[in-house]
């Protein structure tokens, strides 16, 4: 949020809500397991972006506990960092195939 010192989002916000805001933000962080979902992440991937949106909801449903651990958390941040992670190492692995599927064919020649 601008003009503050502490960086949060529309989750911690929502987190002021008793439980219909809690309910909201992890219906909403299901967004970023559904895109995990579409681009055939592992399953242990999504489970630990279940995880996390678990964690959060129940911290979150904590009177003034749980609108320090919606700013604290930040669970959509974790959750895009673990696809994003997961992501580029698949990128590298099929890199890793195709310059050994490369090499294999000019043995080939």
Do not use: C, Y
């Not at 909403?28 to 489970?47: D, E, P, R, T």
């Not at 904590?62 to 992501?87: H, M, Q, S, T």
């Amino acid at each position: 949020m601008p003009f503050t010192l502490v960086k949060f989002g529309v989750d911690a916000l929502l987190g002021l809500l008793p439980v219909a805001g809690d309910l909201v933000s992890a219906i909403l962080g299901l967004g970023i397991v559904w895109q995990a979902h579409k681009l055939a992440a592992l399953s242990s991937l999504k489970f630990k972006m279940f995880a996390n949106i678990g964690v959060d909801f129940v911290l979150g449903s904590v009177p003034i506990i749980g609108d320090i651990a919606d700013v604290a958390f930040r669970k959509n941040i974790r959750n895009v960092d673990l696809l994003e992670d997961w992501l580029k190492k698949l990128i590298r692995q099929k890199a890793q195939t195709k310059t050994e599927l490369g090499t294999l064919l000019q043995s080939f020649n």
